[in-house]
């Protein structure tokens, strides 16, 4: 236990975390460009939060939170998603008094208790938008081609964009009654928790994961053939403008989100060839949630993208990550009195930005040029007491090998100006 993770986390090492960092320079460039501020909420909130902005009957509420008791008798679970506290936040924080809409992103860490297999973790990381104040279709075609932009200057291709418009409370009871209708003479069928979903909300069994519900949701009624005319229209909206932005999409009347309160357009983004789990992304509209947490009629759409599936398919497609040098510059000494002037010197270079490191060990000057080499630095400096007897050190190449004698207080300059050279 003590040398082993707990099942269905990771540790991201050096050489896969500048991964994680590309990523994320990426994101942000991203998001600010699109025009939206980071939000960073706690990992994790009440318990109630959950149940009431993702939903009761959802699969992740039923089955899947990390929930515990604190010291206090107070039951908290860690986030499963981040949606329901961007809200709580905007509704605490009272972001609605202030120019709407309100455009914030965020990523972290999420934790869900799913059965662990590639792609599908406890422990996995998000990348969230949430835009609230806004009715606009164009909205909801610009919030979804952001998706598909992120996935583009990352690479990735042969993606694909499935959309839908799940209707809203207006058009939802009719096809609540006939999907109700179609599960019943099929009841046997289905698993426990849908038998259960069955009179709650039967839109969720067009979720649920086990295989013998996918089976029996086949032919069921659809959110398509029974909108209002409202929602017809926003849908057409949307599609028009995807056009005009030229987004590709499928549209997929069999899809459902799995969070509740989603009304209109819900997306999903699924990448073939990462395994089973290949929804690297999705999102909607959800105009009932604010208020279901206690908030004014405000309504929101947004989208939440899973960062390990995103790094898959990257290597599933052979995408090259840049990977910028760890060191500018390693400091190799020669004897005893270098070494002393090393830390001194080592701490100028910082200084000036330079990413600067020297042994800690008592390497022999060779040893240290071989850990150089390990490192891949592509130049170190060598002092010894010549050099320092004539105010110099040795820089060298390792890429060329040349070397040469540069004076000490011009060295933070020219090492600057050396990996200014170095092309990425
Ligand atoms: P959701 O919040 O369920 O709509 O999920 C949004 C995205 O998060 C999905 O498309 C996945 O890319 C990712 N995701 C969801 N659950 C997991 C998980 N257990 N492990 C890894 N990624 C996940």
Not at 60 to 72: L, P
Not at 266 to 279: K, L, P, V, W, Y
Not at 280 to 302: A, F, S
């Amino acid at each position: 236990m003590l040398t082993t993770r707990p099942r269905g986390t990771s540790d991201i090492l050096p050489g896969e975390v500048e991964k994680w960092q590309y990523l994320e320079q990426v994101i942000r460039r991203l998001c600010r460009e699109y025009g939206y501020s980071e939000i960073r909420t706690p990992i994790f909130e009440h318990t109630e939060l959950f149940e009431r902005g993702v939903g009761e009957t959802t699969d992740i509420v039923q089955k899947e939170m990390y929930t515990f008791r604190d010291r206090g008798g107070r039951s908290i679970t860690l986030r499963p998603e981040g949606t329901a506290a961007v809200v709580r936040a905007y509704l605490e924080n009272k972001l609605y008094a202030g120019p709407q809409p309100v455009k914030l992103y965020y990523t972290g860490p999420m934790f869900r208790y799913d059965r662990p297999q590639a792609g599908r973790y406890r422990q996995f990381h998000q990348l969230g938008v949430e835009v609230l104040g806004s009715h606009d279709p164009a909205l909801d075609a610009e919030v979804v081609a952001m998706a598909m932009d992120l996935y583009a200057r990352l690479g990735l291709k042969d993606l694909e964009l499935h959309i839908n418009s799940v209707g809203c409370p207006r058009c939802r009871p009719v096809l609540r009654e006939k999907l109700q209708d179609f599960f019943r003479a099929r009841l046997d069928r289905l698993c426990p928790h849908c038998r259960d979903r069955l009179e709650r909300n039967p839109l969720r069994i067009l979720d649920c994961k086990e295989e013998r519900c996918r089976e029996a949701g086949r032919g069921a009624p659809t959110s398509l053939d029974h909108l209002c005319p409202g929602c017809g229209d926003h849908f057409q909206a949307v599609l028009k403008h995807l056009d005009n932005l030229g987004v590709a999409y499928t549209v997929d009347c069999s899809l459902v989100r799995g969070l509740d309160y989603y009304t209109h357009t819900a997306f999903e983004i699924i990448a073939r060839g990462i395994g089973a789990q290949n929804s690297i992304g999705g999102g909607g509209r959800y105009n009932g949630l604010v208020e279901e947490c206690g908030g004014p009629d405000v309504p929101g759409i947004g989208f939440a993208l899973g960062l390990e599936r995103i790094l898959l398919t990257m290597e599933q497609q052979g995408v090259v990550f840049p990977r910028p040098p760890k060191l500018d510059v390693f400091l190799a000494t020669a004897d005893e009195a270098a070494r002393d002037r090393a830390l001194v010197l080592v701490q100028k270079l910082r200084r000036e930005g330079l990413a600067a490191d020297r042994d800690y060990l008592g390497r022999s000057l060779k040893a240290q040029m071989k850990y150089a080499g390990k490192l891949e630095v592509g130049l170190v400096a060598i002092l010894g007491s010549d050099e320092l007897a004539h105010g110099v050190v040795s820089l060298r190449d390792m890429a060329t090998g040349n070397q040469e004698e540069v004076p000490l207080d011009r060295l933070a300059e020219e090492i600057k100006q050396r990996c200014s050279e170095v092309k990425l």
